[in-house]
């Protein structure tokens, strides 16, 4: 019977891998149809964030 279990499980673990695996490919291919911000965009954030100072890093 604990063989019939394993088998079982290996078996909804695999599945489950498989649609996971599916859904980030979708996920991919939804964010990458288009891009977050444009390349005018993308290079004046660098450009803004080139001039800003380095901010420390606090300690714990």
């Given at each position: ?50 001039d ?9």
């Amino acid at each position: 019977m604990k063989k019939n279990n394993d088998y079982q499980m290996d078996k909804n673990v695999t599945y489950l891998n498989k649609y996971h695996r599916q859904q980030s490919k979708k996920m991919i291919r939804k964010v990458s149809e288009q891009p977050l911000m444009s390349l005018q965009e993308c290079i004046e954030q660098a450009k803004r964030l080139r001039d800003q100072p380095l901010k420390p890093v606090p300690k714990k």
